[in-house]
């Protein structure tokens, strides 16, 4: 049983993008694992920083909130915009929406 898990992961695992990018503090990884997260934090590279919820995955969708550095989402799937760039699909303060992993640093459970 554990064999066929680990063989799909594998699986699943080749058939992503060599260039899948994560937040910092997630590191790049291509890996299935890595990815199964139950929340993270927005990191930006200001203090005062904040990020932008927006309404799809990718910067063309419209931006529906703003999120202050150091705030918590929840996470509930992701996937590659058309740039490439993995997206989160977040849960914040009851509102969802999609934001960037490039901008959310790893899993404060």
């Given at each position: 049983m554990f064999s066929k898990?680990?063989?799909?992961?594998l699986i699943f695992t080749a058939a992503l993008p060599a260039s899948a990018e994560m937040?910092?503090?997630m590191g790049?990884?291509?890996?299935?694992?890595s990815?199964?997260?139950g929340s993270a934090t927005v990191c930006t590279n200001r203090d005062t920083g904040?990020?932008?919820l927006r309404t799809g995955p990718g910067q063309n969708y419209e931006q529906i909130r703003e999120i202050p550095n150091g705030e918590e989402v929840s996470?509930?799937?992701?996937?590659y915009a058309q740039?490439?760039?993995?997206?989160?699909?977040?849960?914040y303060k009851g509102k969802l929406g999609w934001a960037p992993a490039s901008?959310?640093?790893g899993d404060s459970r």
């Open positions: 898990l680990i063989i799909g992961a937040g910092p503090g790049r990884t291509t890996s299935f694992a990815r199964i997260q904040s990020l932008f996470l509930k799937g992701g996937e740039d490439s760039k993995w997206w989160w699909h977040v849960s901008f959310l640093c």
